[in-house]
């Protein structure tokens, strides 16, 4: 698998914000938003390293105190060796975190937190087709895993199409399950929409995400 990066951490966002995680960031993205905050991991680099799944769970278990992994990218569903990966580390007894963008269906990979990001159509670059979130496969993940539906927001604009597609599920999460995250990769741009985002979150019962990582350490890599 070709590996981006691979570091241990706080994980600074969703139902586990604050838990100590180690984080395998996979290489390969099936979309291009423009505001992605780890565009280096969109395809392998230079800097990414091709491991074998079984060197991955070595690598994680050398991290004191692990239990919490997080499976990530780009877009870690599209790694061939994943559904491996996965099932070793359910073997050796860590918690698994999916953080996926939900174009792709599980296809009974070991997961116990699937945390789903359907794009908006403000990911869209403006000369690409926008590719609409999948109900069905959205709705296979959630009736499969504990699920988190995490929603990057940049203001109420936004929220017209997150209830739509809500709509759109046929069994749509809890709302506390349904997470709207302010858009930001460094600590202005967070500060400058926070409070929006959190007041959508009261008026709809929605989850409000904080980006620890992104308090703690701005924008930098690797933590
Ligand atoms: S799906 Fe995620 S990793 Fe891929 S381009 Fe969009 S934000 Fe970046």
């Known amino acids: 698998m070709q590996i981006v990066e691979l570091f241990h951490s706080i ?15 996979v290489a390969g993205c099936n979309l291009c938003c423009v505001w992605c905050d780890t565009p280096y991991a969109s395809r392998p680099n230079a800097k990414s390293e091709q491991l074998t799944p079984a060197r991955i769970v070595s690598r ?3 991290f004191p105190k ?3 992994v997080v499976l990530t990218g780009g877009e870690p569903m599209l790694a061939p060796g994943l559904p491996e990966l996965a099932r070793r580390l359910r073997a050796a007894g860590f918690h698994i975190t999916i953080e996926t963008n939900a174009t792709l269906p599980p296809a009974g990979i070991a997961c116990d937190l699937a945390s789903l990001s359907p794009k908006p159509a403000h990911a869209f670059p403006p000369n690409q087709p926008v590719r609409a979130p999948d109900p069905a496969i959205i709705q296979e993940w959630l009736d499969a895993y504990a699920c988190q539906l995490k929603f990057v927001v ?3 604009g936004d929220l017209p199409a997150i209830l739509g597609l809500l709509e759109r599920l ?7 399950r349904v997470l709207l995250m302010p858009r930001g990769a460094t600590r202005p741009e967070l500060a400058r929409r926070r409070q929006v985002v959190a007041e959508l979150c009261t008026r709809h019962g929605f989850r ?8 703690l350490y701005g924008g930098r890599r690797g933590v």
């Open 208 to 215: 409000y995400c904080p980006r620890l990582h992104v308090e």
């Open 60 to 62: 994680v278990r050398a």
């Open 11 to 25: 994980q600074g966002e969703g139902l586990l914000a604050g838990v100590p995680s180690a984080f395998v960031r």
């Open 66 to 68: 692990t239990r919490h």
């Open 154 to 156: 940049a203001g109420a």
């Open 170 to 176: 046929p069994r749509p999460p809890p709302p506390d």
